[in-house]
């Protein structure tokens, strides 16, 4: 969703009349003729920014109706930056079903606090195969 920001610099529209202008300005904004002085000071004062189309055409339309000439500009976007993770550590063969103990997996440390626990041994368990039973059988129970 695209978002704007209505601007004003102190120019009036065609056939209007400054003392028109900032009267009909104090009114829509119920700000004293200090506040709407400062309006006319000719630098670009942002009135409202963060409104979608809709809104800031009201605000375009109020403002044309009191005889100001606003601008309407689009707000930059903000895109964020996304690090990239580095390309995994090619994995271990998955153990066959034949293989007794899993081998231990060997990762290089992201940094120097997990390299304080380069020495652990961990097994790797790797993934099973979709649908298989991860419980050990058990032996029948016998009735009393």
């Known amino acids: ?14 056939g209007a009349r400054l003392e028109q202008v900032e009267a009909n300005l104090s009114k829509l904004f119920q700000a004293d003729a200090q506040r709407i002085a ?8 942002v009135i409202k920014q963060n409104l979608d189309f809709a809104a800031v055409e009201k605000y375009r339309q109020a403002m044309e ?5 606003v601008e309407v500009r689009p707000m930059p976007v903000d895109v964020e930056e996304i690090e990239l993770a580095p390309p995994p550590v090619e994995a271990a063969p998955v ?14 440390p992201r940094d120097e606090y997990m390299a304080a626990f380069v020495d652990v041994e961990a097994p790797d368990f790797g993934i099973a195969p979709v649908g298989a039973d991860l419980q050990d059988t058990r032996a029948p129970v016998q009735t009393p």
């Open 1 to 14: 969703m695209s978002l704007y920001e209505i601007a004003f610099s102190g120019q009036l529209l065609p």
């Open 95 to 108: 153990p066959s079903e034949s293989a007794a103990a899993p081998q231990p997996l060997k990762v290089a």
């Open 65 to 69: 109706r009191a005889g100001a000439q």
């Open 38 to 45: 400062q309006l006319f000071s000719g630098r670009r004062i």
